[in-house]
């Protein structure tokens, strides 16, 4: 079992640029939900996805965007970045139900913008 | 809102020494709590959840955590640390998406 897996490990941007983070979940899961890491902080909850549609949003202008695949897998989009964009993004899989559910995280991308 | 408070930043400790890293919430409803750990340059890792029924909680490696409602507390400890145990610790509380706490660095010292 590979467990989640994230691409790209790490990243470099300039300001303005786009930039997408790809996950892949732990077999056997549906859900996937994105978080932002910044330097010295707790994660941050983005947004969840689940059967292809955002069914939770925290609290993250439009720049950020997302998508989930048939095959579970998502994507995070992040337009227009800004200096304090940079962080770790974090992935995290689960099923869909099940407050008490364990959600599995990914090693995370980290995201540098310049 | 629900929220999640750790209220040290950095604990350090000898080895073999007991620890507590302290966590509060802030949670009008009821509540499902975890404790993660992050070792440097990985992600998370669940180390133990409450979600109901007794109010201790212990993980594989030796940690436990006891939900205390009245005092809103999911403090988490451990009665001997290992050099291994050095990571940094998030309280988490489910909202129901994960609410995390600041984090607490422990160091601990051979």
């Known amino acids: ?114 | 809102a629900q929220s999640v408070t750790q209220l040290d930043s950095q604990v350090p400790v000898f080895e073999e020494a007991p620890v507590e890293l302290r966590c509060n919430y802030s949670s009008s409803v009821s509540v499902y709590l975890f404790w993660y750990v992050q070792y440097p340059n990985q992600g998370l890792q669940l180390l133990l959840k409450y979600l109901s029924g007794s109010t201790l909680v212990e993980s594989i490696n030796g940690f436990e955590a006891e939900f205390n409602k009245s005092q809103t507390s999911f403090h988490l400890r451990k009665p001997s640390v290992h050099i291994s145990d050095t990571a940094e610790y998030f309280c988490a509380v489910r909202a129901p998406e994960l609410i995390f706490g600041t984090g607490t660095r422990l160091q601990v010292f051979p």
Do not use: M
């Not at chain 1, 292809?52 to 950020?64: A, K, M, T, V």
């Open chain 1, 1 to 114: 079992d590979a467990g989640v897996t994230q691409s790209p490990t790490h990243l470099i941007k300039t300001r303005g640029q786009q930039v997408t983070l790809r996950c892949s979940p732990k077999s056997g899961h549906d859900t996937v939900s994105w978080y932002q890491q910044a330097l010295g902080q707790g994660p941050q909850f983005i947004f969840q996805y689940y059967e292809e549609e955002e069914r939770q949003r925290g609290n993250f202008p439009d720049r950020f965007s997302g998508h989930q695949f048939p095959n579970y897998s998502s994507e995070l989009n992040v337009n227009a970045l800004l200096l304090g964009d940079s962080a770790l993004y974090l992935c995290a899989s689960t099923n869909w139900g099940g407050a008490g559910n364990e959600q599995f995280f990914g090693p995370g991308t980290r995201l540098t913008v310049l």
